[in-house]
């Protein structure tokens, strides 16, 4: 997006992690969104695109410079493009030299993040509330009922340290099914 009045202030219009280029747009760090120059770093054209792309190698070796900027959103960010490049020496190098704040590092890392979700049987995400249909039959523990293939449960609930368990009523019963067994209704 385009560069606010505070942003193009802190930046002097340049590129916050090369340094070498006028400065075109402004990037707000994930998770982070909308525009506060807070969360944002301003880019160039080529760092921009080498993000876009996560392109990784000798073009970011001015890292070694940008993550020692005082600013929360551009260590951050560089922190982050290190973390792309740890295969390399150079990047490896500068990471093991450098100690961003906790907030920072966990900012940084969150776009490894691997976000465990419920997910149906065709890789639908779930959620609490959600309506499912049994895509095979389920005998229900404890009792002689079978429920048919087809079987609709209503208002799942999602068990929360197992992403591959739901929960839900069949037969007035409350029951764990397995996610792999259901599709979203
Ligand atoms: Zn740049």
New binding site residues.
Partial sequence: MAISKPLSDRSNDT?E??T??PANSAYTVSPRSGDNPDDQVA??D??LRAIEKQQTGEYWRFLEGSIWNPEPAVQALSYRLLQLNKGEEWAAGILSSVEPDDNILQWALSAFDVAEVHRDAFGNELQAGDNVVLTQALDVKGTSFSAPKGTIVKKIRLVADNVGQIEGKINEQTIVILTKFVKKG
Avoid: K, P, Y
Wanted: hydrophobic letters at 20%; one cysteine or more; glycine letters at 0%.
């Fill in positions: 590129c992690l090369c070498s280029h880019l160039c080529t760092c």
